[in-house]
């Protein structure tokens, strides 16, 4: 697969910034990175003080805690389905 960096939209930034969103899912340390790049650091400690970041494995988390982020990491092989769970999990039910 290819992963391409995409610039968040100023909404999905208001968003994210005000607390809206309840998770960020990582799938891999790529799509930390690129996330990241949106965000000065004072900004990913407002974020994730109420957003939950999920992590694919521990590849994913590792980089997640390499810039802060306190990640809850999929269960079992690291697949999508896995990474679901996790965030259910964390959640709770709606």
């Known amino acids: 697969y290819e992963t391409r960096p995409l610039a968040l939209t100023a909404e999905a930034k208001k968003s994210l910034l005000s607390g809206e969103v309840d998770a960020v899912t990582f799938t891999s340390s790529s799509t930390v990175h690129a996330f990241m790049r949106n965000f000065t650091p004072r900004d990913r400690r407002r974020i994730f003080l109420k957003t939950l970041a999920a992590s694919i494995g521990p590849i994913t988390s590792q980089a997640l ?3 802060g982020v306190r990640p809850v990491q999929a269960k079992g092989v690291a697949t999508i389905e896995d990474l679901s769970r ?6 709770g039910p709606t």
């Open 65 to 67: 805690r390499s810039q």
């Open 86 to 91: 996790a965030v259910v999990r964390a959640l």
